[in-house]
């Protein structure tokens, strides 16, 4: 089976996608004439290869005729898809839907739910390494993995790291090599070391930038347009259901959550992350930054069980995981 994820695929579709959800579709029907193209539907309808989106969870019942596929919410919510690579569907266009259909369904249905949804992602070496040692991690994936960050950013309202990435990479957090409007910018910083550094991080200039820090830190940054969100500090960390409430307060319902391993490890650990983006480089380190850092279990049933699902980005692989039930 063919699952590369193509950096030609057709990425308007999905941005179509994202605002006809945005504007409360309950149904998606992808059909391809020229290029592939997204529309609102009626549950029922589809036609020549078009591939329908369900968005109401529940299943949906019977085959669409003529659709090439049927995507189905599992009972938890989320997606559960199922798309067969058959001559009728494009391959290229096939894999672009299993990654980014999930994230952009999940993302719905969390928000019309009053929820939120978090997608995290890690780029890791095959020995599970997110950095050196010094923390020197540009770049261990490939262009093709930041054209799918991008894509990512794309679909959902917020883009969030914690305050070593902030610190260590001063990344800018916007989309800059696909289509599609930037997300706003959020780092987490419970002791309030974004403060301390001399540097204007890029991610704190400008509109858009949402801090959050302990509860007794009175900084202000010099940018007046970022926003100070106080979060009561709970053993040393802030809550991530917390951090949730606030930003969904904010209007922000769906997060990208790009790392490092502290800010991915804790709301791992808080059951937060709705679905996890695990790419892995062809290349091994032999030391350096783990891509996590949770607490020791003392038998592997009691590790987190996920399911799986992978693409291809430019010889690297995409692992799409979600947390069994
Ligand atoms: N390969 C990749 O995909 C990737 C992605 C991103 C980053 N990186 C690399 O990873 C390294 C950084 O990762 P890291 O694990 O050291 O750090 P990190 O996750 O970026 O940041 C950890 C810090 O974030 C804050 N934080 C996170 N969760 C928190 C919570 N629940 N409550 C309060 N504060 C919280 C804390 O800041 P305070 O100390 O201020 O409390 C904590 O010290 C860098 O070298 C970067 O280049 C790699």
Known sequence: MHC??????PWSAFLQARELLDAGATALEF????????????????GAKALLAEVEPGTVSGAVEGATAVYRTGTDGLPDLRVPTTS???ASFATAVRVYLPVLIGAALAKRAGQSFVAG???????GRIACENGQSQ?????????????????LEGVMVGANTALHDDPMLTVRHVDGADPRRIVVSGRGRVFTDERALTMMSGPGCEIFVG??????????????????NIDGQLPPASIL???RASGIHSIYLEGGAGILSSFLQAQAIDLL??????????????????????????????????AILDGHVLLTCRQQS
């Open 277 to 310: 983006q695990i790419h892995i480089a062809s290349m091994i380190l032999g030391a350096g930054l783990p891509s996590l850092r949770l607490p020791a279990v003392d038998h592997v049933d009691d590790g987190m069980h996920m399911h799986m699902d992978h």
């Open 88 to 90: 009728r569907l494009d």
């Open 31 to 46: 059909a391809c004439e020229d290029t592939w193209t997204c529309r609102a539907a009626s549950p029922v309808s589809g």
């Open 245 to 247: 409430a606030a930003l």
């Open 139 to 155: 770049w261990i994936g490939n262009a093709a993995d930041r054209n799918h960050s991008h894509r990512m950013r794309a679909l």
């Open 121 to 127: 992602h890690v780029t890791q070496t095959l020995d």
């Open 215 to 232: 509860a007794t830190h009175e900084e202000q940054p010099t940018d007046e347009s970022v926003r100070v969100n106080r979060v009561e």
């Open 4 to 9: 590369n994820l193509s950096d030609s695929l």
